[in-house]
């Protein structure tokens, strides 16, 4: 499916202020950008470089005043996500280097602490997308999705004393749990066709079976739309914006996914 993606973010910067954005979504095995828009408003030099996960990074230092940043795309989607079930677990020693570092513990998804409860949730089950599969469905049962309900992200000790989470502690815990079992996660953050109410959105992805697939907590089936535009070990990485000086917040946002004729 074809999707018009659009952010726009509003601030009142009151100092010299760096900014680091993840705005841009690269195209990949699973998604094409093409008319791809980025306006920052007033004009601000601007570098981009790509982080350790590949992500596409904008760096500038944003001066007083009124600053609008805004990104658009047209993007080419799947419809529908593969269902892997059944794919094997991926031995350790058999991992991609590469995938080695979303098995280890990090600042928001203690996975060292969440082994005995994963093997609990997963018992029974085959080894590999199955677990990964019980997983979600037992976040999916056991905690309510409330979009705004947090500010500032929680790590998964922290959801798992919860009864209720936003999308993107929802995905903390499920990697968590998943790395429990040494099966590698890491998380997604992006757009979502339908999602309601419309924001930013963040799920996770396991590896097994010799590839990446997506799992997401908040949603009651496997279905399209999503458009990836960081990856990473938790919301540690995969921050839409970083600022560094005087505290900055953005005074809007607006965020739109439409579907659009091919």
């Not at 910067?13 to 680091?20: H, Q, R, S, Y």
């Amino acid at each position: 499916m074809w999707l018009q993606i659009q952010c726009k973010f509003s601030f009142t910067i009151t100092g010299d202020t760096p900014l680091v954005l993840m705005l841009r979504p690269r195209s990949g095995p699973n998604q094409w950008i093409t008319k791809e828009e980025y306006r920052i408003e007033p004009f601000h030099p601007v570098v981009e470089f790509t982080d350790l996960y590949g992500n596409l990074c904008q760096r500038l230092v944003a001066k007083e005043g009124p600053l609008i940043i805004e990104h658009s795309a047209k993007v080419k989607a799947p419809k529908s996500l593969p269902n892997g079930k059944g794919e094997p677990f991926i031995p350790v020693q058999n991992l991609p280097y590469e995938v080695l570092q979303y098995l280890l513990p990090s600042r928001y998804c203690e996975s060292d602490r969440f082994g005995q409860m994963a093997a609990s949730i997963t018992q029974g089950y085959n080894l590999g997308y199955d677990q990964v599969e019980a997983i979600k469905n037992y976040i999916l049962e056991n905690f309510r999705y409330e979009p705004g309900s947090s500010i500032v992200p929680l790590s998964a000790v922290e959801v798992n004393a919860k009864d209720y989470a936003v999308c993107r502690d929802m995905a903390h815990l499920g990697i968590a749990l998943c790395r429990g079992l040494a099966i590698p996660a890491r998380i997604v953050v992006g757009y979502l066709h339908e999602l309601e109410p419309m924001d930013l959105h963040a799920w996770f992805e396991a590896y097994v079976g010799d590839q990446w697939y997506t799992f997401d907590a908040t949603q009651t089936e496997l279905r399209g739309g999503y458009v990836a535009v960081g990856y990473g070990r938790d919301a540690a990485d995969v921050a839409i914006y970083n600022q560094f000086g005087p505290l900055t917040y953005h005074d809007s946002q607006t965020i739109s996914v439409e579907r659009i004729s091919e």
